[in-house]
């Protein structure tokens, strides 16, 4: 899902779907790629003279500021603002994300000192230097990449937080929460006459189903046992949960009021799911439930700002309000 908002920058909507298709997928590694190289070659090319100059310990302590100016241009200004005027990425995305992959890419700037190197002119310190730095950085790439392989077979790091029953509780009703979300978004996949209303309802299924899927995974992994269903009275108890005749109030909606009647409703329930995500951050619970919340909680908030048409620069306040707000109404 990440790469198909990243493909919403320069395609557009048509990137969106209910479920990520390959093509979007690959153009979005594309644009990502592409981007990556563009500010390798700012830092080696464009501020070539001063940058030449730097031996590689020096360009590894400048790879964290490196990486938050050049994020912080992508999600502040370049993508939401001037040139792509793409709010989506923004308000679906928080900054830490953006920041985290550039900052992975930065750190690999050193390396790049061994390409203008003439043979025998490097000093062997920094030869020393960046042959370490490589097979460090390959022994965390092999780390990840096995740790992906097992989490993919359902074989996840241990569950380590401090209050087992909130965590599952929180796991569960979020689960069915995004239940009742997807079967709310199909209805508008099908009835929307707004053809980007309708184009937001399929990454809504797209985007909840694959979290869904990974808090099941979880639950396996760290729990071992199968997921309970929540009973009816925590479905009533649950904040922007609907009710049965308010998902029918939808779903026989005349046509020409179904847009607003759907993002009324959805704006309710997404309202209830950012306060359940919002607890979870704020909780004791496993940091991957913790940070994986947070992501929820700005995405479900820039959810409803795009259904309410939010663009320009008031999504990029609106984007940046989401992130940093520590209680949610």
């Known amino acids: 899902m990440d790469w198909t908002t990243v493909a919403a920058i320069p395609v557009r909507d048509w990137a969106l779907g209910s479920e990520p298709s390959w093509s979007a997928i690959l153009i979005g590694i594309a644009f990502h790629q592409w981007a990556d190289f563009s500010w390798a070659v700012v830092f080696f090319g464009v501020l070539g003279r001063w940058t030449a100059t730097l031996r590689p310990l020096a360009i590894l302590l400048l790879a964290l500021p490196w990486a938050i100016f050049s994020s912080g241009m992508e999600w502040f200004v370049l993508v939401p603002l001037f040139p792509f005027w793409q709010p989506l990425f923004t308000l679906q995305q928080p900054y830490w994300i953006g920041l985290l992959v550039h900052a992975s890419s930065a750190l690999m700037y050193p390396l790049f000192a061994r390409l203008r190197w003439e043979r025998g002119a490097a000093a062997e310190r920094d030869l020393r230097f960046t042959d370490a730095w490589l097979a460090g950085a390959l022994a965390i790439v ?30 569960r009703h979020m689960t069915t929460h995004h239940a009742q979300g997807i079967a709310l978004a199909r209805i508008a996949v099908r009835r929307a006459q707004d053809p980007h209303l309708q184009k937001l309802a399929q990454l809504l299924v797209a985007s909840q189903t694959g979290e869904s899927r990974l808090l099941e995974n979880w639950w396996l992994s760290w729990f071992d046992i199968t997921m309970p269903d ?14 049965s005749a308010e998902m029918r109030l939808v779903a026989l909606a005349p046509a020409d009021q179904f847009d607003a009647v759907f993002v009324e409703m959805m704006s309710r329930h997404h309202k209830g799911a950012v306060k359940m995500a919002d607890q979870m951050w704020h909780s004791r619970g496993d940091l991957r439930l913790r940070v994986m919340a947070h992501a929820i909680r700005h995405e479900q908030q820039g959810t409803i700002a795009l259904m309410h048409g939010a663009s320009g620069f008031a999504a990029v306040l609106t984007a940046t309000r989401n992130m940093l707000d520590d209680n949610v109404n």
Do not use: N
């Open 142 to 171: 092999a780390t990840l990449g096995i740790v992906a392989m097992f989490g993919s077979h359902g074989y996840e790091l241990p569950w380590v937080g401090r209050d087992k029953d909130a965590d599952q509780t929180y796991m």
């Open 230 to 243: 929540c009973s009816s009275d925590e479905r009533a108890a649950m904040p922007g949960f609907l009710t």
